[in-house]
């Protein structure tokens, strides 16, 4: 497309894309036409330039040396008649196309690139919540292997005591380590409410022991005030709750 003038040039830029521009210095003669080297630099990023310098003087190179310093500068020619002129031509309109594709060529890495991060801190997020996931799982079947270790003990202890002393005695050693307890008590029925004031600073775990069919006292399980007793712990203890009212029968009876 064949522009007359600068203005024109101005005009079409807004609706056209231009692949290569060629045009003369001899165009900035004129003062007023040097706002259109800004035009042209700000809109012709990506176009190819054909130079044709035509105009030889002081001045001239100064705007020479302003329109080599933009982008895409292919090729300075002395006149529009030069035999490479026409070869120059086609040089830039390949020269453009190959920009364009290592534009769309880089578009493609850095997405490409922007999927493999997004892969791999999903892959990432995955590991460690799998990692997580067997940690809790290590916990648990600690946790298990202990209560049942501890269980074992309190069975051993409900067999061995001699008394309801002993018998909170060998039952808080048993459990001590695994529930982190204080102390372990039993008291009859009609004393239980006179000494569970002495526990109020303390966090409790307070539960019936049957003695043929009847209530015949309390347990109670006592550690810090901060650590409350979780369900699964309380769970746990009514096991034990189970082997110590078997173990008050035979202590009542002998």
């Not at 080599?68 to 500068?73: A, E, G, S, T, V």
């Not at 309109?93 to 920009?99: G, P, Q, S, T, V």
């Not at 769309?104 to 791999?120: D, G, H, M, T």
């Amino acid at each position: 497309e064949f522009l007359e003038n600068l203005e024109d040039l101005k005009k079409n830029l807004e609706s056209h894309h231009f692949r290569v521009v060629i045009y003369p210095t001899h165009l900035f003669k004129k003062k007023e036409n040097l706002k259109y080297l800004t035009i042209l630099e700000e809109n012709l990023k990506n176009s190819q330039k054909i130079l044709i310098h035509d105009w030889h003087t002081a001045e001239s190179s100064k705007i020479l040396a302003r329109i080599i310093n933009q982008r895409n500068l292919f090729k300075i020619l002395p006149d529009f008649l030069q035999d490479e002129f026409e070869l120059s031509v086609q040089g830039a309109l390949a020269e453009y196309d190959l920009d364009q594709q290592n534009l769309k060529l880089v578009e493609l890495i850095n997405e490409q690139n922007e999927n493999l991060k997004r892969i791999s801190q999903e892959l990432e997020l995955r590991v460690e919540k799998r990692q997580q996931l067997l940690e809790e799982s290590r916990k648990k079947l600690l946790l298990t292997n202990k209560r049942q270790q501890s269980l074992h003990l309190c069975l051993f202890a409900v067999h061995r005591a001699n008394s309801i002393a002993e018998l909170e005695s060998l039952l808080n050693e048993a459990l001590k380590e695994t529930l982190s307890l204080i102390s372990t008590r039993i008291f009859f029925k009609n004393f239980a409410n006179i000494h569970e004031q002495q526990f109020t600073q303390f966090s409790l775990h307070k539960a019936p022991i049957m003695s043929e069919q009847q209530i015949f006292g309390f347990i109670y399980f006592i550690r810090d005030l901060k650590m409350p007793f979780q369900r699964d712990e309380i769970s746990f203890l009514a096991k034990v709750i189970k082997a110590v009212s078997l173990a008050i029968d035979r202590l009542t009876k002998l």
